[in-house]
C-alpha cells in the first residue's frame, strides 16, 4: 500500500499533460516523453489522449489492484497519467453520455499494444467483479474474457525481430455492460492472421508461440501420441535458426493456455483433437517430395503419422498432395505435380489447417462470453502495428493499409471533424495544419487503385505476380505516393503516413486468391474427425454444380479483409473514442534505452504535435445546450432568471471563469476545456452529494414517522386480538362444561334403552327355540306313520302278487319287452321335466339380472332413444327432400348438357390430366384475389347424389370444403378414460370427439353438428399436460385441479400433433392465441380438396330450383355449387376463373427457359394412344408451367421444384429413346433384338415389305453401292394397335428410287395372318415414310429423341427433346432452379440438432427433455409412415430395378416394417443381409436405416429384450459395414454413449461398444458382409480368414470387419520371418488360372464377401467341367485369397535355402505355364520336366501327367507359334518339331471360327488331344534324362534358366498398342520391372523400348480399359488397350515408391 501511495503521489518529470507545453515543437515534445520515460513514468496525457512509451521491463507495483481502486471514478487529471484513467473514464461515460465507447491503442509493431489491451481489460473486468459483488452475479464471464487472452497470445502471437509477443492478427474485443455496470458477455472480431508464418519465418523470428509450448511444454503421454520430438526436427519451427527464447516461457504458456482452455469449457477430447491438429501440422511441415512419374511423397512414416493425427487415409491424402484432379467431359483426369506444386500444396494445407483452427478458437471463445442485448459496450482495438521490414511482402502490405485506416480514423476525429464543427458553430477559431493521408488511402481503395488492381489480376486465370506489376505500373508511376522503383524489379513502394515501404509482389497473387485445392479439401472433409471435419464442413468444392459461376465472383483475401475494415470501421464510428498511442524507444528492446531518432518519428507521423496544439487551444468537450443545462442543473440556482438555455449555460459558465478562455457558446452547443469541465463535474458531484443528503433525510424522517405509525397499529392490533381471546376461551370452556353433561345423560338413555332390547331380543330367542322343538317332534310323528304305511303297503303288495302270480306267470315273457320300453321312455321323460325345469330356473335367473341391468341404464337407454328418434325424424325429411329433387334430375340433365360439352372438349386437351393427380401442380393466383370463403350448397359426382351445404374456402390454390365453418385449432376421435389416476378396464373408455377452440378443448359423443358435449377442459388452467405413452399405447395426460384425464391417440404421430398443439395453447400470449386462431382453413380437417391447377372450366349453370348455381369441370369430375346471392356466385367464378388454369403472362424475368418437350408420365397406367404429347414448358424459379400451346392461353398443369427433386441426365448409351414403343423383330418366325453398329454400315427405314406387301416391321436397308438399288435386309415396323402381328415369308424386293429421293412403292394395304387386311391412311403413310436428302448421312428420317428424366413429389416424368444439346441446357436449368431451393428439413433432422446443441452445452435435463416431448425420437411399435429423412423423389432409375425396388420412400418404409418384426425370424441372416444389401444400393437410405435402429433403440424399457437386441445387432452389422454422413455419425456416436450410460451391464451395453469401436475403424466397402462375417459380428468377435500359398498350403489370420488387406500382409511377412526379404509380398484374388492384385486399402472382409457372391454364382453358373478340366475356363472354381510375391527388387541375392527362394521358385515357374516367359518350345519342354521332376522324382513306367496345364502353357497350343530368338537352346526348324501336324493344317481362319465356337466341346477335343499328347511325350521323354537329380538340385537349374532372362522379375502384360507412328505391333507385351517399363514383342527375350521411371512424366487410365503413358523427350504419348489397368498402374506405383525409399536410405 506505501509503495502504490508513493506511486500516484510521486513528482511528475516534466509535463503530465503535454497539452500545457508553453514551447510546442517536436523537440519539446521529446524531451518532455524523455524525461518522464527516464523517470519511469512511461504515460502521458495530450487532453485526453494518452501516449504510453514501452519500457521494456516490469514497473514495480504500477499495475497493482490499489493501483485500480485509487483509480476508480476519478477524472482524467485527477492523478498522475495511467492507462487505468484511460479505461475508468472510458467505463463511466457510458452512462455520462449514454453511448458506446471504444479504446483504440495504435502504434508500431513491438510498441506495447498487447499489454495495454491486457491492461485495459484487467481493469475492466475488476470494475464489473466489484459491481457483480454488490447486485450478487456471478462473475464468470470476466473470467473467461481474461482468460482468453492467454489462449490468443499462443496462438495469434508471435517473437518478429521487433517484438517478443507481436500480435499476427487483429482484434477487437467488445464487452458488452448492464446497466448495473457488469460484464454480461462479450465478442472478439479478428482480423487478417498471418497464415504464412505457419511454414516459414524470417531469420531471427519464430512460428507461433503453440508450436514451441506444445513441444517444450507438454507431457510425455501427450508428445508420445502425437509423435512429437525435439523441436529442432521440424521444418516449419526450426528453419528461421531462432528456437529458443530466454524471455519466453514456453512451459508457462503450455500451462495458461490448458488452463484457459478449461475455463472455455472445452472438454478433454477438443483439447486433444486440437493438439493433434497441431502435431499434424508440424509432422506436414516435415513431408519432403521427389521426382519419379510425377512428384511423390519422400517419407511414408512421416506422411502416415500426420494422416493418423488427422484421422484420414495416408494414401489419399499421398495422392492429394501429388496430385490434381480436373473434370474433363464428366470424367475425373488426375495429373501428378512435380516437386514445387508438391510442395505448395503442402504449404497449403499446413496454413489452412491452421487458420480454420484458429477461427474455431475464436468461435469458441464467442459462444462461451456470447452476449445478449445489453445497456452499452465498451472496445478494445488491439491491432497489428505499422510494419516495415527489410522484405514486405502481401500480409505487411494488408497489415499497413489497414494501419493507414486507423490513422484516417484518428485524423477525423481529432483534426478534421473537431476542426469542421468549430467553424460550423462559429467560434472564433485559426485551423491548425495536419497531415492528411486520404490521398494515399485513395491509392489503395478508389477505382482502378492497387487493391482493385490486384483483386482483378487474382481473378485472371492466366494472371501472373509480373502481370501484376505491371498494370500497378502502368496505372500509378505518377501518382505522387506511389514508388517505382528505379532498378527494374518485382518490388513497388507506396509512402504511408509512416515513412515509405516497398513491397515484394512474389507471392501477391496466391496469397490473395488463397486456393485450397479441391483434392486436399475432400480428404479433409472425409476425416473421422468430427473436429476436423466442422473446421472445414462450410467450405466448399470448386467442382460443385454452379461453381464456375461462384469462383468468378468469390471474394479475395484482401477484399473480405476490405470489407471487414469497413465494418470495423462503422463499429467504431457509433462509439466514443478514446486513443492510446503507444511508442517504441528502441529497436533494440532493451530497458532503459531511448533512442531520439525512432521515437521523433514515431511522433511526427503519428501528427502529435498538431494533436498537442489543437487540444491545448481546441475544446474537446461540447454539449447541446438543454444538455448542459440538465447536466448542470443544480449549479444553476434558483436565481436565474433567463429561461432560455443558452443564457443559463452563459451565466453558469462565467460564474466559473468570465474571460471566456475555457469555454465558447456556439450556435447549438457549449464547448469547453476539459480542466474546466473536470471542476465543473466536482462542483456538480458535490452539489448532488449535499441535495442527496437532504433528500435522504427527510426519507428518514418519513420513514420513521410511517414505522411508528405502522407499530402503533400492531400494537391495538394485539390488544384486540388479545382481549378476543380471553372471550373465547371463557365461552369455549362454557361450552365444554354443556356439552360433557349432555354426553353422560345420553350415555345414561342409552344404557337404559340397550337393557330393554336386550330382554326383548331374549324372550324372541326363547320363542323361536320352542318353535323348533315343537316342529321337531312333529316331523318325527309324521316320519314314523309314513314308515308304517310303507310297510302296510308292501305287505298288501306282496299279498296281490301271490294272487295273481298264475296269471302273470303266463303273460311275463310277453310283456317283458313292453314294460321295458315303458320305463325307458318314463325316465327320458323324467330327465327331460327336470332339465326343462333347470333351464327355466336359469332364464328367471337372467331375466331377473337383466332387469337389474336395464334398470340401472334405464336413463341412458332413454336418452339414446330420443336421439334415436330424433335420427330418425331427420332421415325422415332427408328422404322427402331427396324425393323432392329426383323429380327435377330430368331438367337438371337438360341444362348440364352444355357444361358436360365443354367437359369433353377439355378433356381431349389435357388428356394426361388423368395420370396427373399430383400435388405437385401449381398456378399462379391472382394479386387481387389471394383468398374467398363462405358457404356454399355443394353437390359432386352423379345425379342421384344430394345437395349439401358446406363451407368452402379458396386459398393457397386450394379449395376446401368443411362440414361448417372452422374455429378449431383442432379436432379429432380420441378415447378418453374416466377421472382420477386409477387403472379402469377397457370397458370403462368412450371413443369421443375432441374440438380444440380457443383455450377451451371440448369433447362430444359424435362429430354431427347437434352432439351433445359431455365436458369442456380450460387448457390455461391445467396445471401440467405430459406425455404418458407406454409400450404400444399413445397417450397423454391433462392434470387439472380436480381430475385428470386419460387420453389415448391412435397413433403416435396424431399424439405429437394434439401434445404440441395443446403446448402451445398452454404457453401461447394472446398475441400468438390470435394467430393459431386465425389460421382457420386447415386442409388436414378438410373434408374435401380440389387443386385448382386441375380445373378445366368454371361454368353458370341454369337451374330453376338453384338460380345462382355454377359447375367446376375437372379431367375426372363435375363439381355443382350453389350459392346464396348472384354477387357471391360472381365472387365465387372471378376467383375461380383468376385462380384456374387461365392465361397466364410472365415478366421477362421469370422465365429461365421456355421451349416445346415432348411429355410422358411413368409409373401409371396412361390410355392407349396419348402415352406421349407435345406440350409447351415454361421453367420459372418456382416450377415447371405446362401449356398447350405457345399463346399460354390453357395451362394443362406444372411442376413444383423443391430440394428434394431431381432431374437426370441425358445419355447416349442409356437414354437415347424412339418416340414409339420398341416392337419385336420378326425374321423367319424367330425372335431377334435390333440390330446395331454404326450407322453408316445399317440404315434403318420406316417400312419393309414382304410376299403380298405384308408390313410388319422397321426395314433394315443396305447401304447402296454406286449406282446399285438398295434392298430390304430387316423389318420391324410398329403395326396399329389394334392389328394382329404376321409372320409372313419373307422375301427381298428391289426398291425404286424417285428423283427427289423419294420411295415409290404401295403399301397402303397390308395383309395379316388368317385373312384380314389393314388399310394405312395416307397421313399415317407420310409421316412414316419421309427420307432425308441425299447431303444427310442417313437415308431415312431418324426418330430418335434425347430423354431426360425430372422426378417429382408424386410422379416422374419423361420428356425428350430432339436434340442433345436442347436435353443438356434443359437439365442444367432444371437441376439450377432444384438446387437454389433452401434444403428441406424433417423434423427428426431438426430435433437431430437441438440434441447437438444440448449435448455441447453439457445440457442433460434438456435433452431429457427432447425426448420426453418428441415421441418421433422414440420407440413405436407400429408401422413407419413416411422416412426421418428427407429422401430425394422419384422412381429408382438404375440396374437396381432388376431387383423389385420402387422409390426410396417406398424402400424406406418397409425396412423400418421388417425391423418390427426381426425378432421373431428363426434365422435373421437373410433379413440383416437383406437390409444392408438395399442399403449398399441404395446410398441414401444408409442414414435413414441408422436413424430407425436409433429410434427403435431409445427409450426401451427392457434393454435386453430380444427385439431390442435384435436391432443392435443390425446396427452393429451397419457401422461394421457403412459410414453415414457426418451429423447421423454424431448422432450415433451420441445415442450409443447414451445408452451404454443408461443401461450399463447388459447385454445391450456390450453390443453399443462394439458399435462404438467398429464405428471408429469402419472403411468404404463395396460389398455387403458375408454370412460369416455377420455371425462374427453376432458374437462380437473376430472372424477367421484363409490365406493360400504356393504348394496348396495354407494358414489362418483372425481379421475383423475392417482389416486391411496390408494389415494382412504385415501379418503374414512378421509370421513367416519375411521381415529381411529382397522383396515385396501382396495378396491376390485368385481362382484357378485367374488372379487380381488387392490393394493395400482393400478391406479384406469385402474381398471375402465378394468371393461368397461369386462362388455361389459359379454354383449356379456353367456345369460343363470339361471346359474347366482343360484350364480352358476357370469358371466354378472357388476364389481365394492368395500370398505371393508382389514387386521384384532383387531375383538374384535370394538364398535358395530361404522361404523367399520358394516362393521366387513357384511364381516363375507360374509365369511360365501363363505363357508370359519368352522361350521356344524345346525350352519349356525342358523347364516342365525339370518342374516334374522337382515335383514327383525320377521317372518310373508307366508315370503320366494328367493335367497338362500345371506344367506347360497350353495356350500355345491353341495360336500359331511366333518366331522365337535364341537364347540358351538351339532352335529347331518348326517343321521337324513335334507340334507339326494336326492344329497346324486347319488354316487360320478355320481355327478362330472353332475358338469361337467354344460351346462345342468336342471340337476343342478332336483339334488339340494330338497337340497334348505329342506334348506330354516330349516331356516325359525329357524327364527320363533327369533320373539322379535331386529336386533342389532341378529347383536350382530351373531358377538359373530363369535368372539368365536379362529381365527376369519383369511381370509381362499382354496388351494392344495404339501407336500412331506404327512403331510397334498391335500385339505386344507390356513390361514392369523395378526400373523400367518396356515393350517386347510377344515371345521376345529383347525389348524393342525401354522407358525408365525418371523419363516417364505421368501415367494412368483416363478411360477404362485404356492405359496411357507420357515419355519425356518422346511426341506421342503410348497408349495401350488392355483389361488390366489397375495392376499395371499399381505396380508401377509400388515400383516408383521402392525407389523413393531407396533414394531417401542414401545419405546426402
Known sequence: MAETVKILQAPQAGLSDMAKLQDLNVESILENIRQRFEADQIYTYIGSILAAVNPYKTIPNLYDFEVMEAYDKRHIGDLPPHIYAIANDAYYSMW????????????????????????????LSKMSQASAVETGNDVSVEKCILQSSPILEAFGNAKTVYNNNSSRFGKFIQLAFSSRGVIEGGKVQDYLLEKNRVVGQNPGERNYHIFYALILGAPDEMKQKLGLGAPEKYKYINQSGCIKDPNINDQQIYSDVNEALKDMKLNDEQVSDMFELLGAILHIGNLDFITAGGAQVSSMSVLKQAADLLSVDEYQLANALTEKTRLLRGELISTPLDEHQARDSRDSLAMNLYARCFHWIISRINVRIRTKPTFHSVGVLDIFGFENFEVNRFEQFNINFANEKLQEYFNKHIFSLEQHEYNAEGLDWVDIDWQDNGECLDLIVRKLGLLSLIDEESRFPKGTDGTMLDKLHSNHAKNGFYIKPRVNNSKFGIKHYAGDVFYETTGFLEKNRDTFRDEMLTTIKESRSDFIYDLFEDMQESSQPNAAKKNRKKPT?????????????????????????????????????????????????SGMLETVKIRRAGFPVRRLFDDFVRRYRPLLGKDTQ?????????????????????????????????????????????????????????????????????????????????????????????????????????????????????????????????EQRRRAEEEQRELERLKAEAKLRELEELQAKLEEDARIKAEE????????????????????????????????????????????????????????????????????????????????????????????????????????????????????????????????????????????????????????????????????????????????????????????????????????????????????????????????????????????????????????????????????????????????????????????????????????????????????????????????????????????????????????LTKENTGTISRPGITRKKRYFILTSHSLDIYKSVDLQHKLGAIALNRLCSVTVPDDKMFKEIDYPPELVIMNGNRRSPPSGNPETNRRSSFSFGRKSSISGLATLSRPRSNSRPYVRDYDLPLPTNSPVASPT?????????????????????????????????????????????????????????????????????????????????????????????????????????????????????????????????????????????????????????????????????????LQGSEQLPDPMPVIQGILQTCQDLKPLQDEVYCQLVKQTTWVKDADNLNNLRNWQILCCMCCTFIPSRSILRYVRFHIKRQVELSPKTQMAAYAGYALEALKRTRTREFVPSRDEIIAILGRRDMNATVFCHGGGSCQISINSSTTAGQVIHTLVKGMNL?????????????????????????????????????????????????????????????????????????????????????????????????????????????????????????????????????????????????????????????????SGTLRGI?????????????????????????????????????????????????????????????????????????????????????????????????????????PYEKILSFGAPIPNEYKIIVEGRRSELTFDTTEVFEIAKLMKAYINEIVKKRNMIPA
Open 813 to 1156: 315273457e310277453a310283456a317283458k319287452k313292453k314294460r321295458e320300453e315303458e320305463e325307458r321312455q318314463r325316465v327320458l321323460e323324467k330327465a327331460k321335466a327336470i332339465e326343462a325345469a333347470k333351464r327355466l330356473e336359469e332364464e328367471q335367473a337372467k331375466i331377473r339380472a337383466e332387469e337389474e341391468r336395464l334398470k340401472l341404464e334405464n336413463e341412458l337407454r332413454i336418452r339414446r332413444e330420443e336421439e334415436a328418434l330424433r335420427l330418425e325424424k331427420e332421415e325422415a325429411e332427408r328422404l322427402v327432400e331427396e324425393k323432392r329433387l329426383e323429380e327435377e334430375v330430368r331438367r337438371r340433365e337438360e341444362e348440364l348438357a352444355y357444361a358436360m360439352q365443354q367437359f369433353e372438349e377439355a378433356d381431349q386437351d389435357s388428356e394426361y390430366q388423368d395420370d396427373d393427380p399430383d400435388e405437385d401442380s401449381v398456378s399462379r393466383k391472382s394479386d387481387d384475389l389471394q383468398y374467398w370463403e363462405g358457404y356454399l350448397n355443394m353437390k359432386c359426382g352423379g345425379m342421384v347424389n344430394t345437395w349439401k351445404k358446406r363451407y368452402c374456402v379458396l386459398r393457397d390454390e386450394t379449395l376446401m370444403w368443411f362440414r361448417a365453418k372452422q374455429e378449431a385449432l383442432k379436432s379429432g376421435w380420441l378415447m378418453k378414460k374416466g377421472g382420477g389416476t386409477s387403472t379402469l378396464s377397457r370397458r370403462n373408455w368412450r371413443k369421443r370427439f375432441f374440438v380444440l377452440k380457443g383455450i377451451e378443448l371440448a369433447y362430444y359423443e359424435s362429430d354431427s353438428d347437434g352432439a351433445p358435449c359431455k365436458g369442456i377442459i380450460n387448457i390455461k388452467q391445467t396445471k401440467d399436460i405430459l406425455d404418458s405413452s407406454f409400450g404400444r399405447e399413445s397417450s397423454l395426460d391433462i392434470i387439472t385441479d380436480k381430475r385428470t384425464y386419460h387420453i389415448v391417440a391412435d397413433n403416435a404421430d396424431d399424439l405429437s400433433e394434439w401434445f404440441s398443439i395443446l403446448m402451445r395453447v398452454k404457453n401461447a400470449n394472446e398475441y400468438e392465441l390470435k394467430q393459431m386462431q386465425d389460421e382457420d382453413a386447415n386442409p388436414k380437417n378438410a373434408i374435401g380438396t380440389l387443386d385448382v391447377a386441375v380445373i378445366d372450366s368454371v361454368v353458370p349453370v341454369h337451374l330453376q330450383t338453384k338460380p345462382n348455381a355454377f359447375a367446376i369441370i375437372t379431367a375426372e369430375r363435375v363439381f355443382n355449387m350453389s350459392a346464396d346471392s348472384p354477387e357471391d356466385m360472381n365472387g365465387w367464378l372471378k376467383a375461380l376463373t383468376q385462380y384456374h388454369k387461365g392465361q397466364r403472362t410472365y415478366s421477362k424475368e421469370e422465365i429461365l427457359m421456355s421451349g416445346w
Open 1619 to 1779: 521381415d529381411s526379404c529382397y522383396n515385396r509380398f501382396s495378396l491376390y484374388e485368385k481362382s484357378g488360372l485367374v488372379e487380381k492384385a488387392i490393394d493395400d486399402r482393400s478391406v479384406v472382409a469385402d474381398i471375402l464377401a465378394k468371393f461368397e457372391s461369386l462362388n455361389a454364382q459359379n454354383d449356379d453358373g456353367n456345369k460343363d467341367s470339361r471346359f474347366r478340366a482343360r484350364g480352358l475356363s476357370d469358371r466354378g472354381k472357388p476364389w481365394q485369397l492368395f500370398f505371393k510375391l508382389f514387386c521384384f527388387l532383387d531375383t538374384q541375392s535370394v538364398k535358395p535355402d530361404s522361404i523367399e527362394y520358394s516362393f521366387l521358385f513357384e511364381q516363375a515357374h507360374e509365369e511360365v505355364i501363363r505363357g508370359k516367359f519368352p522361350a521356344t518350345d524345346e525350352q519349356l519342354i525342358h523347364l516342365s520336366a525339370l518342374r516334374m521332376q522337382f515335383d514327383k522324382g525320377d521317372y518310373v513306367h508307366g508315370d503320366w501327367i494328367n493335367d497338362l496345364t500345371e506344367v506347360y502353357p497350353v495356350d500355345r497350343l491353341k495360336v500359331k507359334p511366333k518366331e522365337d530368338n535364341d537364347f540358351g537352346f538351339q532352335q529347331r526348324d518348326r517343321k521337324d518339331t513335334f507340334i
Open 1787 to 1891: 488354316g487360320e481362319k478355320t481355327l478362330k471360327r472353332l475358338q469361337k465356337s467354344a460351346s462345342d466341346d468336342n471340337i476343342l477335343e478332336s483339334v488339340y488331344r494330338d497337340d497334348v499328347s505329342a506334348t506330354i511325350t516330349a516331356i516325359i521323354d525329357k524327364w527320363r534324362t533327369l533320373k539322379g537329380t535331386s529336386a533342389e538340385r532341378a529347383q536350382n537349374i530351373y531358377m538359373s534358366f530363369m535368372r539368365s532372362w536379362k529381365y527376369f522379375g519383369s511381370r509381362l502384360f499382354e496388351v494392344e498398342c495404339h501407336d500412331g507412328r506404327q512403331a510397334y505391333p498391335k500385339s505386344i507385351w507390356l513390361s514392369v520391372n523395378k526400373s523400367m517399363v518396356a515393350v517386347h514383342k510377344i515371345n521376345d527375350p529383347n525389348p524393342l523400348d525401354e522407358f
Open 1290 to 1458: 419373307m422375301r427381298r424386293r428391289k426398291l425404286s428410287w424417285g428423283k427427289k429421293s423419294k420411295i415409290k412403292m404401295d403399301l397402303r394395304t397390308a395383309m395379316f395372318q388368317g385373312g384380314r387386311r389393314h388399310t394405312w391412311s395416307s397421313k399415317m403413310m407420310r409421316n412414316l415414310f419421309r427420307c432425308y436428302p441425299r447431303s444427310k448421312p442417313w437415308w431415312l428420317h431418324d426418330l430418335r429423341t434425347w430423354k431426360f428424366t425430372i422426378h417429382s413429389r408424386r410422379y416422374s416424368y419423361n420428356l425428350f427433346t430432339p436434340s442433345n444439346d436442347e436435353a443438356w441446357k434443359w437439365t442444367y436449368a432444371i437441376q439450377e432452379v432444384i438446387d437454389s431451393k433452401p434444403p428441406i428439413e424433417t423434423p427428426s433432422q431438426i430435433l437431430i440438432k437441438e440434441l447437438r446443441e444440448a449435448s455441447l452445452n453439457g445440457y442433460n435435463d434438456e435433452i431429457d427433455k427432447i425426448y420426453k416431448l418428441n415421441p418421433i425420437l422414440r420407440n413405436v411399435p407400429y408401422m413407419l409412415k413416411s422416412p426421418l429423412l428427407p429422401l430425394p423423389y422419384g422412381q429408382i432409375m438404375s440396374s437396381n430395378l432388376d431387383k423389385g425396388y420402387t422409390t426410396l420412400q417406398d424402400e424406406a418404409v418397409k425396412i423400418f416394417n421388417v
Open 96 to 123: 455520462k453520455q449514454t453511448a458506446n465507447q471504444c479504446v483504440l491503442i495504435s502504434g508500431e509493431s513491438g510498441a506495447g499494444k498487447t499489454e495495454s489491451t491486457k491492461f485495459i481489460l484487467n481493469y
Open 642 to 770: 433567463s429561461s432560455h438555455s443558452q443564457h443559463k449555460c452563459i451565466s453558469l459558465l462565467s460564474s466559473y471563469e468570465s474571460t471566456n478562455q475555457k469555454w465558447q457558446i456556439g450556435r447549438t452547443k457549449v464547448f469547453l476545456k476539459e480542466d474546466l469541465e473536470i471542476k465543473l463535474e466536482r462542483d456538480r458531484a458535490e452539489r448532488v452529494e449535499t441535495l442527496v443528503t437532504k433528500a435522504k433525510a427527510c426519507f428518514k424522517g418519513y420513514r420513521a414517522r410511517k414505522a411508528y405509525k405502522a407499530t402503533v397499529a400492531k400494537i391495538v392490533f394485539v390488544q384486540k386480538y388479545c382481549r378476543m381471546y380471553r372471550q373465547r376461551r371463557r365461552f369455549l370452556n362454557l361450552k365444554d362444561a354443556t356439552i360433557t353433561l349432555q354426553r353422560y345423560e345420553r350415555g345414561r338413555k342409552a344404557r337404559q334403552l340397550f337393557h330393554v332390547m336386550m330382554e326383548e331380543r331374549r324372550m324372541e330367542e326363547e320363542r323361536k327355540r320352542e
Open 557 to 605: 483475401v484482401s477484399s473480405q479483409f476490405q470489407e471487414s475494415l469497413h465494418s470495423l470501421m462503422s463499429t467504431l464510428s457509433a462509439c466514443n473514442p478514446y486513443f492510446v498511442r503507444c511508442i517504441k524507444p528502441n529497436s533494440t528492446k532493451a530497458p532503459n534505452a531511448f533512442e531520439k531518432t525512432l521515437t521523433l518519428n514515431q511522433l511526427r507521423y
